[in-house]
Every structure is written in structure tokens, then in C-alpha cells.
């Protein structure tokens, strides 16, 4: 039996990975399950999954996570607080830990889970950008043993499940959908709605990473992901845009070979994976009939109507804490856009001033990490406040 904690429960990947869970009560159970700070929706899944342990990162949360536990006549334990998420991340009642909490937020309870050497489930992409090589080295150094639950990465993973499988590998190439604008030329973005930004055309996500496709930056982030989870510096991380997201990445070998894995656009076949590995478990996903598809279309990204995925390739190549504060910017001015206080275009704009402004100190510890992270957040803030309409 897998012990899970799912960390983001409430969340696209959190409320996919719990559908998983349910569907297999002989080898997989949800103990403890996480999220910010939406007390009803954690209390409804808790009524399904009678987990161990609840918790939410908000403190001022944890009186009506308790006494809702309580009301619904569950003997689930309440916590509260960052310190107690990451606890319950080492904790050893479980022995794999779903990463799907949206952000750097998610990084603290992500490491700890590594460092106490569980079977990491990894969709918080942001933990790879912010600090890839320390997440990296920490999993190395205590027998974590991750498996990468983005789609493409996860495509990739499938494609090369050891170091065998690498042998004569050349490159790997990312699709991308191209988002709710694709074919859109740079002015024609300029007035685009949060509404608009969010309608992902074949995925359905949270509206931070539903934003980020929509300006390319989903795949940016994805490219240094991959640079941290398959070790290819940037000249071997290609993307390709496939609107239909079907085929989620392929590999290239030296003999002419090319591997791609393919399946409807539906996160818990990666999350069955991730929690089956090497075996194989029903998802709830009906395979793929490419004759009833009908066709697989590619073509190349447009860089310049969609600068985020140029500045994530130039952050990776930057290297220092480069990533960290390209992570940081966007997710600010993601943040305010969804707020509509600032301007589609203005995301890359924000991005590549922060990148061009802020110190690329080496990355050489968790605190010059972080200590990028805040003064990048505070520095965008402030320009967000320029900018914004009062
Ligand atoms: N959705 C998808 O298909 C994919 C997602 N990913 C990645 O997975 C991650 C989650 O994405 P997604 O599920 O779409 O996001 P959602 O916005 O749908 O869910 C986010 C989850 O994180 C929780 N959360 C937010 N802030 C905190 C915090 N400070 N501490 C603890 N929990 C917090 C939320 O809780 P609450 O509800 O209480 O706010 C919620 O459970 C992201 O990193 C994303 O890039 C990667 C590939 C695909
Ligand atoms: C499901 C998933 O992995 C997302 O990251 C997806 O890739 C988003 O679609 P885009 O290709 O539009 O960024
Ligand atoms: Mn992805």
C-alpha cells in the first residue's frame, strides 16, 4: 500500500491525483492531504478520503479546518502553518508526496519531502526554476526518487526511464499547445482579458499556470525543468508547438530515432504513473484513437509575439539565481495581471526589466535563493504600483 500526501489537494493536479487514489484503494491511500487556505473544499475532500492529517499553509485558517473536521465527524488531525506542512512533507506516515501546491510556495515542503527521501510526485514546476540544482542534489543525496508529473516531462520520463534508455540521446523537444492566443501577432495581445488568458484551449488548470501558457512562459519554465530533471544544457531542450496536445515530448537519438509519448490531454495519466511506476494502473483516461483525432499539427513558436519563452532560455543561460528572479517576476506580475491591474504585455515586460535589473548572484545556497526571490517580488511590486491603475 502507497501512503500519499497531496500537497495542493484542493487544486487541477490535487482533485486529479485524489480521482486517481480513489480508483485503487487495494495499493494506494490519501493520509494527508494539504492546501492553502480553502477550508470548505480541503473538509469535502477529507468526507471522501478520511485521510490521517489535514492541513492549511493559513494560520488564521486552522480554527475553522478543526472544528469543520469536527462537524463532519471526522477524527482527522488539523494543522496550520508552513512549519507544520513541511513536517507533515517529512513526516514518515507517508511514503509519497504529491507536489503540487501552485508556486515557490510550494519549495519548502517540496525539499523537505526530499530530504526525507520519499517518492516525490513533482508537478510544482516553480521548486525546479527557483532552485533546481539544490531540489536536484537534495533528492540525490537522500534517495528521493522523483518522478516528474508535468506532461511533458513526465512524456519524457516515460521515453527514457533509466540510464540505458539515454544511450545515444541527442535532444528532446517540448510541445507546446501554444495557449488560448496562439497565431495572435504581438499587438493583438495587447488587450486581452484574465477571462481570456485563462481558457486554455485542451488543458484544464488553475489560472496561474493557465496564464503562464498563454504567454509561453509555461514552456519556458518547462525548458529549465527539463534542464534540471534530464541534466541537457538549453541547446538540447527544443519546443515545438502542437495544438492538439497530444503528442506531450519526444526524444531524439543519434541514429535517426525519434520516441514520443502520446494520450489524451489528461493529467492523471502521468499521475498514475508517477504513482505506479514501473507498473502500469488504470487512470480513468480512455486511450488515444488517432483516427478519430484525425491529424497532429507542429510549428515553431512565435518568440516574438510570446518573449517569456526567450527569456526563460536566457535566464537558464544566465545560470546564478537568473531562474530564481525570472520565477519570481513572473510570478508577480502573473499575479496582478489576474488581478487586472496590469496589462497582458506588461508580464514580459515586467519579467525582462527584473532580469535586466536584478543582481545574478551565484545560486550557491538556499538563502541567496531565496534572498532573490524577495527582492525580485519587491522590486516588481513596486513597478506594478507604478503602473497600475488605482
Ligand atoms: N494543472 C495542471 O494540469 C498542471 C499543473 N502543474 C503544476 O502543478 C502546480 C499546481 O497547479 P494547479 O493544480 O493547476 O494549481 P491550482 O491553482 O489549481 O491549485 C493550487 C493548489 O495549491 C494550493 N496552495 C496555494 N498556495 C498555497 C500555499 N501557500 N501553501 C499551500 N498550498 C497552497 C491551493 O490551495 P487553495 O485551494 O486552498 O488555494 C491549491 O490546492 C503548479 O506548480 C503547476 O505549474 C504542472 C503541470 C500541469
Ligand atoms: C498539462 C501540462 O503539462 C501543462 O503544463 C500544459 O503543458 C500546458 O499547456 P501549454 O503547452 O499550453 O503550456
Ligand atoms: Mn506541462
Known sequence: ??????????GSIGTSALDVIARHPDRLRADV????????????????????????????????????????????????????????????????????IVGAAGLSSTLAAARAGKRLLLANKESLVLAGDLLMRTVREHGADIVPIDSEHNAIFQCLPDSHARAGLTRIQLTASGGPFRGRSRAELAGVTPAQAVAHPKWSMGPKISVD?????????????????FDLSS????????????????????????????????????????????????????????????RLDF????????????????????????????????????????????AFLSIPALVEDALQRMSHAAADSLDALLDADAATRAAVREAISREATP
Request: aromatic share 4%; charged share 20%.
Open 235 to 294: 541547446d538540447r531542450i527544443g519546443v515545438l508547438v502542437h495544438p492538439q496536445s497530444l503528442v506531450h515530448s519526444l526524444v531524439e537519438f543519434v541514429d535517426g530515432s525519434t520516441l514520443a509519448q502520446l494520450g489524451l490531454p489528461d493529467m492523471r495519466t502521468a499521475l498514475a504513473v508517477g504513482f505506479a511506476w514501473p507498473e502500469r494502473i488504470v487512470s480513468g483516461v480512455a486511450g488515444l484513437d488517432l483516427l478519430a483525432q484525425g
Open 1 to 10: 500500500m502507497r501512503r500519499v500526501a497531496v500537497f495542493g489537494a484542493t
Open 213 to 229: 501558457s498563454a504567454t509561453l512562459m509555461n514552456k519556458g519554465l518547462e525548458v529549465i525543468e527539463a534542464h534540471h530533471l
Open 299 to 342: 510549428e515553431a513558436p512565435d518568440l516574438d509575439a510570446f518573449p517569456c519563452l526567450r527569456l526563460a532560455y536566457a535566464a537558464l543561460d544566465a545560470g546564478g539565481c537568473a531562474t530564481a528572479v525570472l520565477n519570481a517576476a513572473n510570478e508577480e506580475a502573473v499575479s496582478a495581471f489576474l488581478q487586472g491591474r496590469i
Open 33 to 100: 492531504l494539504v492546501a492553502g487556505r480553502n477550508v470548505d473544499a480541503l473538509v469535502d475532500l477529507c468526507r471522501s478520503h478520511r485521510p490521517a492529517h489535514a492541513a492549511v499553509a493559513e494560520e488564521s485558517a486552522y480554527a475553522a479546518l478543526r472544528d469543520g473536521l469536527r462537524a463532519v465527524g471526522l477524527d482527522t488531525r488539523a494543522h496550520a502553518g508552513m512549519a507544520a506542512i513541511d513536517a507533515l512533507a517529512a513526516d514518515a506516515g507517508t511514503d509519497t508526496v504529491v507536489a503540487a
